[in-house]
Each structure stands twice: as C-alpha cells, then as structure tokens.
C-alpha cells in the first residue's frame, strides 16, 4: 500500500466517524461525512446533520473557504449531481476549486447518482471505493433499499450465555443492563419501524420508544404482527400512541369488533394475508411497511418471529446482546425451532456493552451488496 493509500484511508476513517453525527436525523437519506485537506491538514469538515439541511461536502467546503482551492475532498459518499432538496454538490465542489475528490461509495440513488462522473468530465482527479465497506456499514438499509428495493431487516436478540431469552415460557425476564439498553436505543433511533409479535406485548408490554438519548427526526413506527387482532387497548403501546405512531397488523379474518376497538384507541390497523394454517404472512407484512417507505425494519420480537424470519431469510444483520448469565435447561430458547440454511453470516462487529457483549453479524447477501457500490 502506498503513502498516498494510507494517507486516504486515514482522511476517509475521519470522515466517516464525522458522518455518525447524522444518526437517526437524515432518514430516508444516507449518513455523510466529508473532510477537506490542503497541504495535509484539515481545511474544513461537515456531516449531513438532518434531512433536509446542507450535505456534507457544502458544509466542509464552506468551512474551508478559500482553502479549498487546490485541495482535496474526502467524503463517504459519491457528491450527488442533481438539484433536490438542496443544490448539486457537483457544482459547489467545480466552484470551490477543489482539485481532487476521494470518495467511499458510489451513489445508488437513481437520481443523486453520477458525480463522479460529471466531476472527472470536468478535469477532477477522482478516486472511489476508499474505506467502501466500512462506509457501506454506516449505510446499509439506505443501500440495500436502493439496490434491492426491499426494507432493510435487523434482527436484534438479548440471550443468556446458554442461549435463553426467558427463564421460562409467558414470563418477561430482564437480561440485560443499562447499557446494553442504551445501545437499543440507538438501534431504534436509526430504523424506521419497530417490528414485534402478539406474543411480545402480551408477555413483556413494551414500549418501544426511543428513550434517554435525542430523539430521531421521526419516531419509529411502532408494528404488532398480531393476527386476531387480540392486542388490549390497556397496552403501553397503545397508551403512548400520542408518542409515536401504533401499527397493528392483522389477518383478514380478525374479528371486526376487536379491529374497530384499537382504531377508537387512535391505532392504526391493516389487514393482510394469512399464510395456510399458521399465522400471517411475513412477506407480506414486510410488503405492507415496504409500501409506507420503511427503508429500516429492527424485529425485536421473541423466539417465534425471530425462528420464522432468520428461516424466511428475511434478515440482513443480527444484533445479538449477549448477558453474562446461565438460565438453564427450563428457559426458553432464542429460537423457537431449528433454522434451516438460507445463506452464510460474516462477523461485522463485536464490542462491550458494560458487562453485557454485542455482536453483530451481517449477512453474506448484505455483502454482495457492499461489493456492487
């Protein structure tokens, strides 16, 4: 590797760290981080803050000023090209002088897309794909979502280190500490919707909001797969729905009485197909959020959802939190019956969480996406 390769990825590791700064404010759009260098020191930096506001490239280029002739600009994501919500970053970046532009990904936005293009027409050295998969990371449903056209589905599980979720059947047990909770809050402050069974909010009468960390542009639509529509209108769901929104989804044959009850609530039910002789379909559940554009679907349902979704292969990425205790033989299973095999797991991540451990594997398909930006 040359001095030039390890001084870009050195620039695009910042920038992608500046990019975090973004997290749960610029959905539907990506996390962007841009750093801009003149003569080896950082001229100007800026992240993507909210959807809607400036890009990340306008704000490191404004804050570099006239450094930025001559420079070179680093930022995780290929400058868009068109005028949207915000002006091309294509022509601000032509403007400012800048000599080189080194990105991350390219653009899958059918629209956005192409700068590098325009930007090497105009006598701009460009290099790509610096840092891609790390980049990538940061923005996966954004990306799956535009190369797959389907909602990016994560997982995520607390087990015991015997693999328990429950110490026994019906009965809510807490795994985890305070840390670990908190990381839970960010999980959801960067997906679109909350997905969980009946099961759970019988059991465990969630919430399900984002709590103790800033709120995300737009709460998380709150989703109960819940086929006779048997969900009570005395749930915390249901008593918070003033603080994010309350989508139960229900077969087609649920009772209408039960229906019309949580819509008085202020609930929102959708019917959707069953799937013969069990309970909805999963597919066209992530069909019916598809359609309300949930780019980024968390499941933080028990044993049953999670088996039949790992076994639909439906899931992108696994957030498993991992507690530092034995349940024993009478607890209840992380899944609910063997997972028969639908593809390979890479391990992505695996970190602390006060005495708890996150892991995180992604899997292989997420990947052969990365590999296409």
Not at 181 to 208: K, Y
Not at 270 to 276: A, K, S, V
């Amino acid at each position: 590797m040359s001095l030039t390769d390890l001084q870009d990825s050195e620039w695009m590791r910042r920038a992608i760290d500046i990019a975090r700064g973004g997290w749960g404010q610029t959905r539907p759009n990506p996390m962007v981080g841009a750093v801009v260098v003149a003569d080896g020191q950082v001229v100007g930096e800026g992240f993507h803050s909210r959807y809607g506001a400036a890009h990340a490239e306008v704000e490191a280029i404004r804050q570099a000023n006239d450094r930025a002739r001559g420079a070179t600009l680093y930022v995780t994501l290929e400058p868009c090209v068109h005028d949207g919500k915000t002006p091309s970053c294509c022509r601000m970046i032509l403007n400012a002088g800048i000599r080189r532009v080194v990105y991350a990904n390219a653009d899958p936005h059918p629209e956005a897309g192409g700068g590098a293009v325009e930007l090497a027409g105009s006598g701009l050295e460009l290099t790509g794909g610096v840092l891609a998969g790390e980049a990538a990371r940061l923005n996966s449903a954004f990306l799956w979502w535009h190369r797959r056209r389907a909602s990016f589905v994560a997982l995520k599980l607390a087990v015991s280190l015997d693999g328990k979720i429950a110490e026994k059947e019906g009965v809510r047990t807490d795994l985890t500490g305070a840390e670990a909770r908190r990381e839970v809050m960010q999980l959801r402050a960067a997906h679109d919707a909350i997905l969980v069974g009946a099961g759970t909010v019988r059991v465990d009468d969630p919430v399900l909001t984002v709590r103790g960390i800033p709120s995300p542009r737009v709460a998380p639509l709150r989703v109960v797969l819940d086929s006779a529509a048997r969900m009570s209108p005395a749930s915390r769901l249901v008593a918070t729905v003033a603080e994010a929104p309350v989508l139960v989804l229900v077969s087609v044959d649920a009772d209408p009485a039960r229906i019309a009850r949580l819509r008085e609530c202020g609930v929102e039910v959708q019917t959707i197909e069953r799937c013969p002789g069990s309970g909805l379909s999963l597919p066209a559940a992530l069909d019916a959020l598809k359609e309300r554009g949930c780019t980024a679907i968390l499941c933080e349902g028990g044993a049953t959802l999670a088996t039949s979704l790992l076994s639909g292969g439906h899931v992108q990425r696994l957030h498993w939190f991992v507690a530092p205790r034995v349940i024993g033989p009478g607890g209840v299973d992380a899944l609910a019956r063997q997972v028969p095999d639908t593809g390979s797991w890479r391990l992505a991540d695996c970190s602390g969480a006060g005495d708890d451990a996150l892991i995180e594997w992604d899997h292989t398909e997420l990947e052969s996406v990365t590999r296409e930006i």
